[in-house]
């Protein structure tokens, strides 16, 4: 119990900072835009990558140092071109919330740039496979409730942030919030895209 405790915990503690994804699932989620695709398909990413990490095989990146050059360049790039087309919303206001919720979108577009979010941020590598790795190791027989734990710790965040996002949806009927919001989730990306990069 106290690994399952453990990995809930720690798993929790590192997705609740505002990035790239969580950003993309708020904004779906005020929109009541494919909302339990996206945050299904952010969990479920968190898990395969979890149940890596925890399984040992967080040392890849230092078998293959080169997959950590190829995944910061290319979540750097595909994040300033998010963050290009968030500031191109808000400058032409088009981010307004209709009363009904209609879409914005196909699922299969939110889905593709939700993974897009997911598996090119090479800082999702080092939380879940990496650090959760590092951890899970020093449960040596507890391994699997630790797992557990770090991926209902997922499940509950997505699932909360997505359709808690709705509680909002009075504030984003008016298109100037949506402004703001895309000017946040702009500088947002940018900043990480920044990181990145500096970090080369």
Known sequence: MTAALTG????LSLILAIGAQNAFVLRQGIQRAHVLAVVLTCALSDAVL????VSGFGALSEAAPWIADVMR????AFLIVYGAMSFRSAWAGTGALKAEGASTGSWKAAVLTCLA???LNPHV?????VLLGSVA?????ERVPFGIGAVCASFTF???LGYGARLLAPLFARPAAWRVLDVVIGCIMWAIAAGLILKG
């Open 8 to 11: 809930f915990s720690l798993g």
């Open 50 to 53: 979890i149940v890596v990490g």
């Open 73 to 76: 360049w290319a979540g750097a």
């Open 117 to 119: 979010l997911t598996w």
């Open 125 to 129: 590598y080092l939380d879940t496979v």
């Open 137 to 141: 190791a020093q449960y040596p027989g």
């Open 158 to 160: 997505f699932f909360a």
